[in-house]
């Protein structure tokens, strides 16, 4: 099984639907990420959240928002879905220490129709 | 400003011959991390090697070693004797303290497509 688990890994959906994407991990880490990437600009974080309580937003969070159910779950929403959100998420984890590597989840294509 | 520029969109290089992408980077820190990160068309993020900013010595790990001079704030990572399953998306990244949210960051470029050719 995968340290870092996203659902669902493929979604459509129509544009004003709310969709949710999910992420699980097993790694015992304290911090967790969304980032989506597009061809041709990489990935740019949306959310980071480094505790149950602590949330924070990235470069890109309009048209997103996040909850941090437990330690090890950390969703991501779109409360109203626009074509220009088409793209591939990734939730990560790291470790609290400063300089560990981010552990990413198989990703989650997202098309907005 | 990029933090982090990737100069080359895309990379061709021959089976078994090594390989240099190119990274430079931009910040003001004296501590920070540098990662490189493979993307096969699977689309899944593997993590590949890391650089600390206050490491005398150069990254290695298996085939892939990281060229740092830090002083041209650069970061190469170098593939040594290339096989076909390292054609993919070659990602570097930055992870630095960023005040304004009072924690450290990572900041990716965008990628290099590099394809090895039988």
């Known amino acids: 099984d995968a340290d870092v688990t996203q659902t669902p890994r493929n979604r459509i959906t129509k544009t004003g639907k709310r969709i949710m994407l999910e992420c699980s991990q097993t790694?015992?880490?304290?911090?967790m990420y969304w980032y989506r990437q597009d061809p041709g600009l990489g990935l740019r974080l949306i959310y980071y959240?480094?505790?149950?309580?602590?949330?924070n937003k990235g470069e890109i969070s309009d048209g997103y928002s996040v909850s941090r159910q437990a330690q090890a779950k950390f969703s991501l929403s779109l409360e109203s879905a626009i074509p220009n959100q088409t793209a591939l998420y990734f939730c990560?984890?790291?470790?609290?220490?400063?300089?560990?590597?981010?552990?990413f989840g198989q990703g989650t294509r997202l098309t907005v129709v | 400003a990029q933090k982090i520029t990737q100069t080359q969109p895309g990379m061709f290089v021959q089976e078994k011959e090594a390989v240099t992408l190119d990274c430079t980077y931009d910040t003001s820190d004296q501590s920070y991390g540098l990662f490189w990160y493979k993307q096969p068309s699977s689309g899944e993020m593997i993590f590949l090697i890391y650089?600390?900013?206050?490491?005398?010595q150069n990254a290695t790990e298996g085939r892939y070693s990281l060229n740092f001079q830090k002083a041209r704030k650069s970061a190469n990572l170098v593939i040594s004797a290339s096989q076909l399953g390292d054609s993919a998306m070659y990602f570097c990244?930055?992870?630095?303290?960023?005040?304004?949210?009072?924690?450290?960051?990572?900041?990716f470029g965008k990628g290099t497509k590099l394809s090895v050719i039988p």
């Open positions: 990560a984890t790291s470790d609290s220490g400063d300089n560990t590597e981010a552990f």
């Open positions: 959240s480094f505790d149950v309580k602590d949330i």
């Open positions: 650089q600390g900013s206050y490491d005398e």
């Open positions: 790694k015992g880490h304290d911090r």
């Open positions: 990244a930055m992870r630095e303290w960023y005040s304004g949210a009072g924690s450290y960051q990572l900041t």
